[in-house]
């Protein structure tokens, strides 16, 4: 189900956070008044004050998230989605399309934490921290498609619009389309496939 957290304590960092208002494109202020709404930053003097370097309450964007969706559309959604990859931290080492989709997973456990502690993904270690969920990576083999699972509390279309970004970085031919077949969180389900192909 979309725009529920998983757990509580759960924090995205300011630099993912401000995806929102940059990918709000010639309407960054109506991003703010969405985001200072649900106390995420404030507007003074008609300036919005906001940390990039902050931790902010994972439900709280994923509230902000809910207000747009009702409002605007899913249109608004997979436009912040897009803007993910250039605003988010990203792990090195992406050289191509499976590794590009490979590493949404890693980046997605990069950019939150628990409890105030530490990203919740150890890089020494390999290991990624529960309690978001996950984006899913299965290649096909021989052939150039991938299917992605997104289990996590983000709404479909935004997912949709970071797969999308991340696999034309190095494709631009690429195609990314939800799965009609399967559930999906906007009718309740845990979980969205998206099909990647290139």
Known sequence: MQFKAFEEGI??????????????????ALG???MSGVGIGRIKKGKWLFDRDGW???QAWLDAMATIAGEVG????????????????????????????????????I????????CLYD????????????YGYEHVPTKNFILSVSHNP???????????AMARK????????????????????ETCTYLVSW
């Not at 899913?74 to 080492?93: K, M």
């Not at 950019?111 to 530490?118: D, F, S, V």
């Not at 990314?176 to 009718?187: A, L």
Request: aromatic content about 10%; glycine content about 12%.
């Open 56 to 58: 902010y309450p994972q």
């Open 74 to 109: 899913d249109g608004a959604l997979y436009r912040i989605g897009c803007t993910i990859p250039s605003n988010a931290q990203f792990p090195s080492g992406i050289a191509d399309m499976q590794s590009a989709i490979r590493a949404i997973d890693i980046a997605y456990h």
């Open 170 to 189: 190095y494709d631009i031919g690429t195609i990314v389309i939800h799965d009609d077949s399967r559930p999906c969180r906007k009718n309740g389900a």
């Open 111 to 118: 950019n939150h934490r628990k409890n105030g502690k530490g």
């Open 123 to 134: 890089a020494a270690a390999g290991v990624l921290h529960e309690g978001i969920g996950h």
């Open 32 to 34: 703010e008044q969405y």
């Open 11 to 28: 924090e995205v960092n300011g630099q993912t956070v401000y995806a929102f208002v940059d990918g709000m494109g010639e309407f960054k």
């Open 154 to 164: 983000y709404p479909c279309a935004f997912d949709r619009g970071i797969i999308s």
